[in-house]
């Protein structure tokens, strides 16, 4: 079984397939509130970058998480919106990278997914899971204009057969400038049969283009971390909190600043802050 401090978890890796949409993201505002979430500016600009530090504190002699995350998409087409990321992350005992790439997949105004998959080359200090997949769907509500229900899936593998699954089922609304979302999670380990279960719920106010605010919150047991939120490990009970603003200086850049907090119980807290530049060409 991996160690609790070799648990890692990149803060932009993937979109929130599992759970939420990401922060750093938000989704396309649409008049009728019906069309998928859609990378920023998607009808207005072709590519879409992103550069952020991360670095964290935790108690209890867990001393630092320090690194960077990077993605670039292209938002040109309005079915089919992928990214390319990148991940680093050093902590005392050692550093470790995360390679990825994930896509928004639009079928119709009501039907859209996100689907991705990660590795990361094998090193002495595991911070990445060997190999990652996700893909979330998202189904609109009859009669509710703005509403989605959410289904999804992770599977992930670390080093020696280690790994799991997270099976989630939510919801996302869009009501004027608010976007709301909520999930709950089953999660598995493997070897063996370990389940648990948690939860998340957040929210986020603003415009494309201008700005967006927004908060979120998580408890219960994760067999690995749900981006966009805060990261458990599956042995301790872990509730947390994140918050985070996104402001457009320009047509074509802006900034994010994303703060975090863990407890996880009977072993550390932990408070997080995320800055990143974005650029839209």
Request: proline fraction near 5%.
């Amino acid at each position: 079984m991996i160690g609790t401090r070799a648990i890692g978890f990149p803060l932009t890796l993937l979109l929130a397939v599992s759970a939420s949409l990401p922060a750093q993201a938000p989704p396309e505002q649409q008049a009728a509130a019906q069309a998928p979430a859609q990378p920023a500016a998607a009808e207005k600009h072709s590519y879409y970058a992103e550069v952020g530090a991360f670095y964290h504190t935790l108690n209890n002699d867990y001393g630092t998480w320090r690194g960077l995350d990077a993605r670039l998409g292209y938002t040109g087409n309005s079915r089919v919106v992928p990214y390319f990321t990148f991940s680093t992350q050093t902590r005392d005992e050692g550093a470790q990278q995360s390679y990825g790439a994930y896509s928004y997949l639009k079928f119709s105004q009501s039907l859209w997914s996100i689907v991705g998959i990660s590795a990361a080359p094998e090193k002495e200090t595991l911070l990445y899971p060997k190999t990652r997949f996700d893909a979330t769907l998202f189904v609109g509500v009859p009669r509710t204009p703005g509403l989605f229900a959410s289904v999804g899936y992770t599977d992930f593998a670390w080093a020696n057969q280690a790994g799991g699954r997270i099976a989630s089922v939510g919801g996302l609304y869009y009501f004027g400038k608010y976007v709301m979302n909520g999930s709950f999670q089953f999660n598995s380990l493997r070897p063996g049969a370990n389940r648990s279960f948690s939860g998340q719920a957040g929210i986020q106010y603003g415009s494309q283009g201008d700005f967006w605010i927004g908060a979120g919150i998580a408890g219960g047991k994760l067999a690995y971390p749900v981006m966009s939120l805060v990261p458990f490990d599956v042995r301790f009970t872990s509730v947390g909190f994140n918050c985070f603003y996104q402001q457009w200086l320009s047509r074509h850049f802006g900034l994010i600043v994303r703060y975090d907090f863990q407890n996880q119980m009977d072993a550390f807290q932990r408070h997080g802050l995320y800055i990143a530049p974005f650029f839209e060409f």
